[in-house]
């Protein structure tokens, strides 16, 4: 099966049934297997007339009680930050799948590139805090969807499966699941008001018609959804429920692998590098290399960091100029080695051992 | 049913001195607490609504209502009337 | 039961300035809801960004205020998601014909069952008055104080031309002719557009001798014309006033929808 593909099954798993999106490679195949899969399964899909449209309409689905999600690319995932911003404020479940490629601007169309992680994380303004993922494999391209939808409706956020051009375009033989656990976003029981949020931070979800009357507004809101613009005090507590709720279940919702963590060389990787990095480790045992490999980036697991005590120095490969490399810089004390790749293709095993080799002669 | 003038929604912009059709509403001289000059009443009585709405059970004329942009003029019901108790002392 | 029932008592007086037409456009399609007998459980009112799209939030309904200019996608799918929804969009120039635009055709174009109710004022008026694609030639704003050098749009004929299944113009004096316009809004399956040219004495009155909330509802009622008379007029050749407001039903028909409810 083909990654994009395996994306879209590992939705319909999860529960969506609402599918708008724009076509841009390379994450089309995505689109057209839920135009293939939605009308057989009672869904909707329906191809917008541009990016912005798409996650509008993908927001508005949610607001019925949907799950709902759309798939892009970079220059989609651009149009689509100003809503993503209302899909934070309003606090809407939905799931983007961005199938990066290279930039900026139109760049590499067909080739990989993972230079749109800081833009998930910081794109939109104000201040924020997201939920994103990155598969590394087919078979994760279809379990880390059900999970992305999981956490949206979870923590009541977008949630981001951040993948890149190689493994959206990957066939692999994949293993789908007889049952999946599926999260259901929790109703907002009567008696409360809309935005009123329980200690997680996450209010229960007033779904449309069924006699909420809810006010949604990306305007700074009240407990009860109705424009309070002016208030100061209102609004940070606001802004810092929002960042909250995500933020402290840092350690909770942290999904990573640890490979050989008595290292001294550790790799931190995430996505397509990842395949790579495995390779070199697993070529050269004698090393002594170690691999923290990162499903879900963001909110950072900076703590993932401290199961390596004995690392010397850390080695971030990425399909970019070290995006990811600089979080991890932030948090520990040892130098961090950015291992960029530009261009599109894989990092080769022979640049990572000039890394390490280079990192080692520090 | 009786035309009353919501003081804390009216804005003070005159449109219903123009749409009624008896020239029921008369531009305000005198400024409210919010500083907004609301309309007065000449003789409300006349309002085909205040008169007829009960007979037909339904909103009669009410373009005024309709045109306020504040949501500010509205009917009444008026307590029923009760004869004045007289005493007439001797 | 009233239309006045159908707002949010707690939350007015609401923010527009003293004789701002959107008022009188929110009691009207107010009244055509509840002429309708829709149940406000079930009805969603969706708005972009603007003075017109503060309209949602003053009604005890379902409503989403969302981002400049995409109104029309947000409802889009709302009622795709749930056709049961009966789903009303507040919009207005800027926001429909400006940033919006290319959502606005397509919504036409997909004849998706959705009523737009367009609070046409000339202007953007949250902003504080700066020329918008329907600001007519000649006519003074922020950022046109030479007068407006653009051709406007014509809405109605945009939406005609992109396949809505019902479009209608008048005026915020015009009330009864728009609650009755909204009401066969609600009814036709497809998407109905109603323009509505709007009063902003605030922005537009001002600077364009307009001054008294009365002189625009004076405008309004002077300057439009029926579609039937104006049909007649060009049909015998006749001079046409060049500041005519064209006002009526300009189709009414049965193509294919979306969002319908089987």
Known sequence: MQGNTASAEGAIAAGCRFFGGYPITPSTEVAEAMARRMPKIGGVFVQMEDEIASIAAVIGASWTGKKAMTSTSGPGFSLMLENIGFALMTETPLVIVNVQRGGPSTGQPTMSAQGDMLQCRFGSHGDMAVIALAPDSVQEMYDLTVKAFNLAERFRCPAFLMADEIIGHMRERIELPDHVDVVDRRPLESGHLPYEAGEDGVPGFPVFGTGHRVHVTGLTHDERGYPVTTDPVLHEALVRRLVGKVENARREIADYRVTNPDAEVVFVCYGSPARAVQQVVADHPDLGLGILRLRLVWPFPEHALAEFPNARVFLVPEQNLGQVAREVERHVLVPVVSVPKLGGELHTPAELLRAIEEARSR | ?90 | ?262
Not at chain 2, 11 to 17: I, M, Q, R, S
Not at chain 2, 46 to 60: A, D, I, P, S
Not at chain 3, 30 to 58: K, M, N, Q
Request: charge should be positive.
């Open chain 2, 1 to 90: 049913m009786k035309l009353v003038i919501d003081e804390n929604r009216c804005k003070g912009c005159n449109l219903c001195t123009l749409v009624c059709p008896y020239r029921i509403f008369r531009p305000g001289t005198r400024a409210n607490r919010k500083g907004v000059l609301v309309p007065e009443l000449d003789r409300p009585e006349r309002c085909t609504n205040c008169r007829l709405q009960g007979l037909y059970g339904r909103t009669l004329c009410g373009v005024c209502q309709l045109t306020c942009p504040d949501q500010a003029i509205g009917w009444v019901r008026e307590r029923p009337y009760e004869p004045a108790k007289i005493e007439v002392e001797y």
């Open chain 3, 1 to 262: 039961m009233s239309f006045a029932d159908w707002l949010r008592a707690d939350r007015l007086p609401h923010i527009w300035c003293s004789g701002c037409s959107n008022g009188t456009i929110l009691n009207c399609t107010l009244a055509a809801v509840e002429a309708e007998g829709w149940d406000p459980d079930r009805t969603v009112f969706v708005s972009g960004i603007g003075c017109s799209s503060r309209a949602p939030g003053y009604i005890s309904t379902d409503s989403l205020h969302t981002t400049h200019g995409r109104a029309l996608a947000f409802a889009t799918g709302v009622k795709l998601a749930d056709p049961s929804l009966n789903v009303v969009v507040f919009t207005g120039d800027g926001d429909l014909a400006a940033i919006g635009g290319n959502h606005f055709i397509h919504a036409c174009r997909r004849n998706i069952d959705l009523t737009v109710v367009c609070m046409n004022n000339l202007i953007y008026g949250m902003t504080g008055g700066q020329g918008s694609p329907t600001t007519p030639i000649g006519a003074l704003s922020t950022t046109t104080p030479y007068g407006a050098s653009e051709p406007a749009f014509d809405l109605v004929a945009l939406a005609v031309a992109a396949g809505a299944n019902h479009v209608a113009r008048w005026t915020a004096y015009h009330v009864r002719e728009l609650e009755r316009a909204v009401q066969t809004g609600l009814e036709t399956p497809g998407l109905s557009f109603i323009e509505v040219r709007a009063g902003c004495p605030t922005n537009y009155g001002r600077k364009n001798r307009l001054r008294e909330v009365t002189d625009l509802a004076e405008y309004f009622r002077t300057k439009s014309m029926l579609k039937a008379k104006f049909d007649r007029l060009v049909a015998e050749g006749r001079p046409v006033p060049s500041d005519a407001i064209v006002v009526g039903e300009f189709v009414r028909r049965s193509n294919p929808a979306m969002g319908v409810v089987p």
